[in-house]
C-alpha cells in the first residue's frame, strides 16, 4: 500500500506526463511555449486550473496560436486565466 501523499503524488506525477504529451503539438511555437509551462508549473496548479489546461489541450493549434501571440482572447473566462498563466510564465523565461 502507498501512503496517501505517495498515492497521490503519483497520480500528480502521470497528469503531468499526460499533459507534456498533449502540449506537443504540431506548431514548434505553441511546444515552444506550451512544453516548459507543463514541465516547471502545471503540478502547481490548483484542480480547477488544470482542468482549464486539459480544455485547452483540446483546442485546435491556430486557435491556441491566436491566443499566445495576443491576437485574440478566449471567451471561456477560465480558458483566458490559464493562457495569461502561460504567457506570464513564458515572459519570465525570457
Do not use: C, N
Not at 7 to 36: H, Q, S, T
Request: no cysteine.
Amino acid at each position: 500500500m502507498f501512503p496517501l501523499g505517495g498515492k497521490r503524488e503519483m497520480m500528480v506525477e502521470e497528469d503531468v506526463r499526460r499533459m507534456r504529451w498533449a502540449a506537443r503539438r504540431g506548431m514548434l511555437e505553441l511546444d515552444l511555449v506550451l512544453e516548459p509551462f507543463v514541465t516547471e508549473r502545471y503540478s502547481e496548479l490548483d484542480q480547477d486550473e488544470r482542468q482549464s489546461f486539459q480544455r485547452l489541450m483540446e483546442r485546435e493549434d491556430q486557435e491556441l496560436y491566436g491566443w499566445f501571440l495576443q491576437r485574440q482572447i478566449p471567451d471561456d473566462e477560465a480558458l483566458a486565466a490559464i493562457v495569461e498563466k502561460i504567457l506570464t510564465h513564458a515572459r519570465a523565461q525570457v
